[in-house]
């Protein structure tokens, strides 16, 4: 089967959007070119590669190992590029980095801005979402640095950076006997931090709290909250400038042990070994000795 690199970008575009309108406006081809692409590749294989649907197109099985033998192409293809930069005498290549969404927030921007400073021909790959989706792609080697929030089952170097205390956030007028009277407001968020606000509930109420109100966010969460149209256990971070607008109570167990939650930093036993990697855990240790 004949290929070039755009044809394989085109496949896996094809393949992430499902959508043969959507692939031609990211890559600036055209439908019809696309069709036809298609057209040459199942004529030579001998298979059929989608099916089109009234929702766009779904790949066959032979279309779904085409789709994942094109990103093994291109992604061995960018690591032999990174090699090849890293071998240099300048550190080039690319760094793989995911985060928790609260902690990209509120802590990666100015970590990221000094080490690119530093460093300018290093490219930053950055993923973002929930502590548990982070530590998937970083088991599965897709990404090189992983900050991570809370315990997560993670086989690599851990290098700790800070602790902070979960709270109980009411509005002002909330009295904590009042709290069953009004919803637990529940946001998209790691299942380990929904594991420690259902254990604290059951220690602390006879009844389950109301589950009514599901936002995607906690600054939503907050904005509901200042309303008085529920409460929530969010962490401190993003809560120290909200204290005349917020009832911000720190948690304890019913043993007093304060209820706080981890963030760290986790990186392969072998990426030490990789210059921009080890450039980048350098960096890290001395920004948290300065901080």
Request: charged share 20%; aromatic share 10%; proline share 4%.
């Amino acid at each position: 089967m004949e290929y070039t690199k755009k044809d394989l970008q085109m496949f896996i575009t094809l393949g992430d959007t499902k959508n043969i309108t959507k692939t031609a406006n990211q890559l600036y081809i055209s439908q019809p070119a696309i069709s036809y692409r298609l057209s040459q590749w199942e004529q030579q294989l001998g298979e059929s590669l989608c099916i089109r649907t009234t929702r766009g197109i779904r790949l066959t099985e032979a279309g779904e190992m085409l789709y994942n033998f094109a990103k093994t192409v291109l992604q061995d293809e960018q690591h032999f590029i990174d090699q090849l930069q890293e071998s240099q005498h300048m550190l080039k290549g690319t760094l793989h980095i995911g985060s928790s969404s609260i902690f990209a927030n509120y802590h990666l921007p100015a970590i990221l801005e000094g080490f690119s400073h530093l460093h300018r021909h290093v490219q930053i790959h950055l993923y973002t979402g929930i502590s548990s989706d982070i530590s998937q792609k970083f088991n599965n080697n897709q990404i090189d640095i992983a900050f991570i929030r809370g315990e997560q089952k993670i086989s690599g170097q851990k290098l700790f950076l800070s602790k902070e205390p979960l709270c109980l956030v009411t509005a002002k007028t909330t009295k904590q006997e009042d709290l069953l009277q009004l919803p637990q407001i529940r946001y998209t968020t790691d299942p380990s931090l929904y594991t420690i606000m259902d254990t604290w509930c059951k220690e602390n109420f006879d009844t389950p709290p109301l589950h009514s109100i599901y936002l995607d966010s906690m600054a939503t969460c907050r904005h509901f909250i200042k309303r008085n149209l529920g409460w929530a256990i969010l962490p401190y971070t993003g809560l120290e400038s909200l204290g005349n607008d917020l009832q911000i109570q720190p948690l304890y167990w019913k043993t007093g042990v304060p209820i706080e939650r981890e963030t760290s930093m986790y990186y392969h036993d072998i990426t030490p070994q990789r210059k921009t990697t080890a450039a980048f855990i350098d960096y890290l240790k001395n920004y948290y000795k300065s901080e």
